[in-house]
């Protein structure tokens, strides 16, 4: 008897440890999508990575690839590092929480949701607002955002900056009754990313959408207390949307749709934020006449001023992005690039069917050298924001005359 019960004894150890080490490994799995040629980079640091599926995406002007992958979640970093290194692009594959989502992300169909009519009238409104906007704003919340050691989605710090934008846009927006400023919290993270918004008047029930990434990372040896100041990866972009707002709301207007604008947490570790925020709206059946991302503005390393990404983002807003360059703009140039699949948080709005556009510091291949370094500090931007400054005032007319028209 006594020895019947020590064998079950060891037995039900031996299940325990079983599981225990099963459960272990199943914790260090990660699922990612990620487009074929990335995937090939992916591999050369995760040799572990599986393709569970794939599927060739098209649209148009577009026809890649896509995989859905399984491979040991400490690699996520290294991947990130390879992608940016090897390919010179950011981001590049997007994280899911499990099988089923990553299944699911692949399997989706990009069905395009209604457009609005895109219309340039609101010029007596948008002039004078443009005219108002400075660089010494979007450098002081440049220098401000770097300061932090770094804003990675897992650390404090990732945290603090977080806070201190919200903050800083709730002082922007004191005395209006319209406005609401809020963090919008994230379970698997500490990090948040922060919202915005102003409440339209007569088509309150439609938005327009203004997001940059509020994260930093550096490509390898990241930790919670690695300086990754970047400056240009995208406090930039960051800056350029509060001068934007600062601005608009300097100016007393009330928006027509309402906008609403995002620093996302956890762009650069496979566009966290913005994917749990743009399934949030799709289930919540969000009308949303468009949405600009400005990840990077402050870097002119190619010889227009402003590239529009053309992949997974909308063609018609795409022109009327151009056009709104034209009109208020006139002399920047404005060319075409692509970024290639989950290169930042446009894809996640794209995905779900939002009509988006991204448009972007320099032609891809030219981008700034410094992003993912200790080096992307205001500095190695030549100590200026003037670069930036043009895509604050394009993200201002973006959003007077998509709310207003």
């Given at each position: 008897?006594?020895?019947?019960?020590?064998?079950?004894?060891?037995?039900?150890?031996?299940?325990?440890?079983?599981?225990?080490?099963?459960?272990?490994?199943?914790k260090?799995?990660?699922?990612?999508t990620?487009?074929d040629a990335?995937?090939?980079?992916?591999?050369t640091?995760?040799?572990?990575a599986v393709s569970?599926?794939?599927?060739?995406?098209r649209?148009a002007?577009?026809?890649?690839k896509?995989?859905?992958?399984?491979?040991?979640?400490?690699r996520?970093?290294?991947?990130?590092?390879?992608i940016?290194?090897q390919?010179?692009?950011c981001?590049?594959?997007?994280?899911?929480?499990?099988e089923a989502e990553?299944?699911a992300?692949?399997?989706a169909?990009?069905?395009?949701?209604?457009?609005?009519?895109?219309?340039?009238d609101?010029?007596?409104?948008?002039?004078?607002?443009l005219?108002s906007?400075q660089e010494?704003?979007i450098?002081?919340?440049?220098l401000?955002?770097?300061?932090f050691?770094n804003?990675?989605?897992?650390?404090?710090?990732?945290?603090?900056?977080?806070?201190?934008?919200l903050?800083?846009?709730?002082?922007?927006?004191a005395?209006?009754?319209?406005?609401?400023?809020?963090l919008?919290?994230h379970?698997?993270?500490?990090?948040?990313?922060?919202?915005?918004?102003?409440?339209?008047?007569?088509?309150?029930?439609?938005?327009?959408?203004v997001?940059?990434?509020?994260?930093?990372?550096?490509?390898?040896?990241?930790?919670d207390?690695?300086?990754a100041?970047?400056?240009d990866?995208?406090?930039s972009?960051?800056?350029?949307?509060?001068?934007?707002?600062?601005?608009?709301?300097?100016?007393g207007?009330?928006?027509?749709?309402?906008?609403q604008?995002?620093?996302?947490?956890?762009?650069?570790?496979g566009?966290?934020?913005?994917?749990?925020?743009?399934?949030?709206?799709?289930?919540?059946?969000?009308?949303?006449?468009?949405?600009?991302?400005?990840d990077?503005?402050?870097?002119?390393g190619?010889?227009?001023?402003?590239?529009l990404?053309?992949d997974?983002?909308?063609?018609?807003q795409?022109?009327?992005?151009?056009?709104?360059a034209?009109?208020?703009?006139?002399?920047?140039?404005?060319?075409?690039?692509?970024?290639?699949?989950g290169?930042?948080?446009?894809?996640?709005?794209?995905?779900q069917?939002?009509?988006?556009?991204?448009?972007f510091?320099s032609?891809?291949?030219?981008?700034n050298?410094?992003?993912?370094?200790s080096?992307?500090?205001?500095e190695?931007?030549?100590s200026?924001?003037?670069?930036?400054l043009?895509?604050?005032?394009?993200?201002?007319a973006?959003?007077?005359?998509?709310?207003?028209?």
């Amino acid at each position: 008897m006594r020895s019947d019960l020590l064998k079950l004894c060891l037995f039900s150890a031996l299940c325990l440890s079983l599981a225990a080490t099963a459960g272990s490994a199943k914790k260090r799995r990660a699922w990612i999508t990620v487009g074929d040629a990335a995937f090939q980079k992916v591999q050369t640091v995760a040799p572990d990575a599986v393709s569970i599926g794939s599927r060739q995406v098209r649209a148009a002007g577009l026809s890649e690839k896509v995989h859905a992958v399984v491979l040991d979640e400490s690699r996520l970093l290294a991947v990130t590092g390879a992608i940016h290194q090897q390919m010179g692009q950011c981001g590049g594959f997007m994280y899911h929480g499990s099988e089923a989502e990553a299944r699911a992300a692949l399997e989706a169909r990009r069905v395009a949701l209604r457009t609005p009519a895109y219309t340039i009238d609101q010029r007596e409104v948008v002039v004078p607002m443009l005219s108002s906007m400075q660089e010494q704003h979007i450098a002081s919340t440049i220098l401000s955002l770097s300061g932090f050691t770094n804003r990675y989605y897992a650390s404090q710090s990732g945290v603090d900056a977080a806070n201190w934008l919200l903050a800083t846009w709730r002082e922007l927006a004191a005395g209006r009754g319209d406005i609401s400023v809020a963090l919008v919290t994230h379970k698997a993270y500490p990090q948040p990313s922060v919202s915005l918004t102003i409440a339209g008047t007569d088509l309150a029930d439609e938005k327009v959408v203004v997001g940059a990434h509020l994260d930093s990372i550096l490509s390898f040896r990241m930790s919670d207390t690695a300086r990754a100041p970047g400056a240009d990866d995208d406090a930039s972009g960051v800056a350029s949307m509060t001068e934007a707002l600062r601005a608009l709301i300097a100016s007393g207007y009330r928006p027509r749709r309402t906008l609403q604008v995002f620093a996302y947490a956890a762009e650069e570790v496979g566009l966290r934020g913005s994917q749990e925020i743009t399934r949030q709206f799709k289930q919540a059946g969000q009308k949303v006449a468009g949405v600009l991302q400005l990840d990077m503005t402050n870097y002119k390393g190619a010889a227009n001023d402003i590239y529009l990404i053309t992949d997974y983002t909308s063609s018609a807003q795409n022109t009327f992005v151009a056009e709104l360059a034209a009109a208020y703009l006139p002399e920047l140039t404005v060319g075409n690039d692509r970024c290639g699949y989950g290169c930042s948080d446009h894809a996640s709005w794209d995905a779900q069917g939002y009509p988006v556009s991204m448009p972007f510091e320099s032609s891809m291949a030219r981008d700034n050298p410094a992003i993912h370094t200790s080096r992307d500090t205001y500095e190695n931007s030549g100590s200026q924001a003037a670069h930036a400054l043009k895509f604050a005032r394009l993200a201002a007319a973006f959003m007077v005359e998509l709310s207003g028209g």
